[in-house]
């Protein structure tokens, strides 16, 4: 059973700091891995993808990558109160059709 | 560009009812679809998926069924509506091939009453 852990939160950060958002997965065999933004009563949306160990940025978002001990994390650096939503992560096998997806991580920015 | 349109958007039906939701993409050709349902505060569940006209694999034994008449096309239907069938659908779709890069629809929100 392919398993993706994401704590529910919610988290608080103010605004202007870094959110730090985690997530594990049990599949040793994982080779892609993704960041969903979802706001409140609206549809997943994807920003950002990641496929090797390390940092990737893309603005102020940067994901995080370490396979050795199976996490992805996304830092959301000087949050602002628009990027209140829920966090997704989910995670792709070789040869899978199919991402398995956390239940998401609520985060809240407040002024 | 690609894009990809859900409709309807909300929905009440009663109990017993049957439901059609339908959704297609533009802009690209043999993508998988998906459908997932997301009740209220919980995570993602798979319902179905395609990667090709009629080929649909049904994560989820119960009373929906999908259908891909089209390359662009999938349809999620049931005969009768559970209370239980509450929740809101969101169909999405991803180049084909084996890539977790999904792309969503704007979702249908059911409420069976």
């Known amino acids: 059973q392919k398993e993706v852990e994401q704590n529910s939160g919610p988290l608080s950060v103010p605004e202007g700091a870094i959110a730090s958002l985690n997530c594990t997965y049990s599949d040793r065999g994982s080779q892609s891995f993704f960041w969903y933004r979802q706001y409140s009563g609206k549809s997943p949306e994807l920003i950002m993808s990641i496929y090797s160990n390390g940092d990737k940025e893309d603005g102020r978002f940067t994901a995080q990558l370490n396979k050795a001990s199976q996490y992805v994390s996304l830092l959301i650096r000087d949050s602002q109160p628009s990027d209140s939503a829920t966090y997704l992560c989910a995670v792709n096998g070789g040869g899978s059709y199919i991402p398995t997806f956390g239940r998401g991580t609520s985060l809240i920015v407040h002024p | 560009s690609q894009t990809i349109h859900q409709w309807p958007a909300t929905l009440v039906q009663p109990v017993g009812s049957p439901l059609s939701l339908e959704c297609t993409v533009e802009?690209?050709?043999?993508?998988?679809l998906y459908w997932y349902r997301q009740a209220a505060g919980r995570g993602l569940q798979l319902l179905f998926y395609?990667?090709?006209?009629?080929?649909i694999s049904s994560e989820v034994p119960q009373n929906l069924s999908a259908s891909r008449p089209q390359d662009r096309q999938f349809i999620l239907s049931s005969k009768k509506l559970l209370l239980s069938d509450s929740g809101f659908y969101l169909c999405?779709?991803?180049?084909?091939?084996?890539?977790?890069?999904?792309?969503f629809g704007e979702g249908s929100r059911l409420t069976v009453l």
């Open positions: 999405a779709w991803s180049v084909g091939g084996n890539t977790g890069e999904l792309f």
């Open positions: 802009g690209t050709s043999n993508p998988n």
């Open positions: 395609s990667v090709g006209i009629g080929q």
